[in-house]
């Protein structure tokens, strides 16, 4: 077992403890990033950094209390840290203690205390905590999942966007931060950064959005154990709904996967103390469709993101590809003003959040002119025939091998489809802008490959497969079915 994964069980593994009083694993997770910061802000000025901690709410200051003192101490050190703006209050909005037993969070603090944070080279603390973020994604019931973009995608799709350094990278859907945190690592292993490049890198490039508190605290924490913003007064993630208005920077490049779910509401409590939620339609200037489709603003959004040849790869339901009204408006605007030039089908059964059907969509921005900017799109089908599930078969970086060579990232310009009339199974096939506009409402769901599992019953998909596949449907359904009643104002 490496250091990481000996640290990570051993920090887990207290869990299963804080569990029997209650502690979910997120809530774990929160009180960790909490008692980690102060930790390594603590170590970081023992070797002659600045402490950004005002010394009333020091790491010491926990370590001298036991009992019900030190819990007492520890919620004003929650309370007074998370006040304010800038990065120390958004690890710590709205900050409470989850831990009821004091005697259990002093030995968590005494479980945190006795290792040198610092001393472990970036990697191993970056892996700790994405091992600690995986955990959590997996436990069904926190549902922090919907935050958890599979790693081996998010490792695909950055190869093949090939970040620089100097660019500006932007996630207006955070999450906790693997899009960024892969773009970060990308550009530091694939360049020879001279000293304002690194601190460019570490302090300027990277910005993301994330509307729900506790993503974000996670996020900024996670960026900060891979050295990004140790030395930052503002925090790189802004707490916000990214979609309320079109940032004030252009960006060079957007990688995101925006939240699950295709309307945007608002949930309240009114005058009777009902609880009632109501769906919001996004109205901006700068949109080219007014809709409540959460998915077809995020599209629209990331387009106002970019300035002229910035690049962007955008996680999308299949919704966003085929539906008419906005949907159709969105595609045939994106089309014109940007070359969309490549389109991912992904598999079922690879996200944590159940009855998603997703494709990845990358496109390059050529601003508004009478020429259109799309002349082909590319699109490899990793769906058909591929079966997923996340404990038994995951999906790793391996199976996404064959789509970053058909990508051709050194230069897409020279691209060779796998798929011909004599090779009908090739999963590689370029479409002309002719071809798509010839379709119905210029839907962009397009499949060519046969089914196997419709036409031979011999080799069904395994019992897992297929189990997992009619879950996934029941949920899209019942995903579909709340979204109604939403609508109808009853309460689900």
Not at 125 to 151: H, V
Not at 399 to 418: G, I, S, W
Not at 441 to 446: E, G, Q, W
Request: with cysteine.
């Amino acid at each position: 077992m490496s250091e990481a994964a000996a640290i990570v069980q051993r920090v887990w593994n207290y869990c299963n403890v804080l569990r029997d009083d209650g502690v979910s694993y997120g809530d774990y997770l929160e009180q960790l990033t909490y008692l980690l910061f102060l930790k390594m802000a603590e170590e970081r000025a023992e070797i002659g950094r600045p402490n950004p901690i005002p010394e009333a709410y020091r790491w010491p200051t926990l370590t001298a209390r036991k009992g019900a003192e030190l819990e007492s101490h520890y919620r004003e050190i929650l309370t007074e840290l998370g006040k304010g703006t800038g990065l120390i209050p958004t690890i710590f909005r709205k900050a409470q203690n989850r831990i009821q037993d004091p005697a259990k969070l002093e030995r968590l603090v005494a479980l945190i205390d006795k290792e040198n944070w610092s001393g472990l080279t970036v990697d191993v603390k970056a892996e700790i905590y994405e091992g600690l973020l995986e955990k959590n994604a997996q436990d069904i019931k926190s549902g922090a999942g919907q935050y958890f973009t599979p790693r081996p995608l998010i490792q695909a799709m950055v190869d093949v966007m090939q970040p620089r350094p100097g660019q500006l990278i932007a996630d207006p859907a955070a999450g906790t931060g693997g899009f960024l945190l892969a773009a970060h690592d990308y550009i530091r292993t694939h360049n020879k950064l001279d000293r304002d490049q690194r601190h460019r890198l570490n302090h300027d490039a990277l910005q993301g959005w994330e509307i729900v508190d506790n993503a974000a605290r996670l996020c900024v924490m996670n960026l900060y154990l891979h050295g990004i913003g140790h030395d930052s007064i503002e925090s790189p993630i802004h707490v916000d709904d990214s979609l309320r208005s079109a940032p004030a920077a252009k960006f060079n490049m957007v990688l995101t996967n925006p939240p699950f779910g295709k309307k945007s509401s608002v949930t309240y409590i009114n005058e009777l103390g009902e609880k009632k939620t109501e769906t919001l339609t996004i109205e901006r200037q700068d949109f080219w469709a007014t809709t409540s489709n959460k998915q077809l603003n995020f599209v629209q959004h990331v387009y106002s993101m970019l300035g002229i040849g910035g690049t962007a790869a955008i996680v999308v339901p299949d919704n966003v590809l085929f539906e008419g009204g906005a949907g159709e408006t969105v595609r045939r605007r994106l089309l014109h003003s940007c070359d969309v030039h490549t389109l991912l089908r992904l598999p079922t059964g690879i996200f944590y959040a159940q009855g998603v059907k997703a494709n990845v969509l990358f496109f390059d921005v050529r601003g508004e002119a009478k020429e259109r900017a799309t002349q082909d799109l590319w699109i490899y089908d990793l769906r058909t025939n591929m079966n997923f599930t996340l404990k038994q078969n995951p999906l790793t970086r391996v199976h996404l091998d064959d789509f970053v060579k058909c990508y051709h990232p050194a230069n897409r310009h020279q691209r060779t489809a796998t798929w011909s009339e004599e090779n009908p199974d090739g999963r590689w096939r370029c479409f002309t802008y002719d071809e798509l506009a010839a379709r119905d409402k210029l839907s962009l769901d397009i499949f060519w490959l046969r089914d196997e599992s419709l036409e031979d019953t011999a080799n069904l998909p395994d019992p897992d497969a297929l189990a997992v596949e009619i879950v996934e449907d029941l949920e899209a359904a019942l995903a579909q079915f709340r979204e109604i009643a939403e609508e109808l104002g009853e309460e689900v």
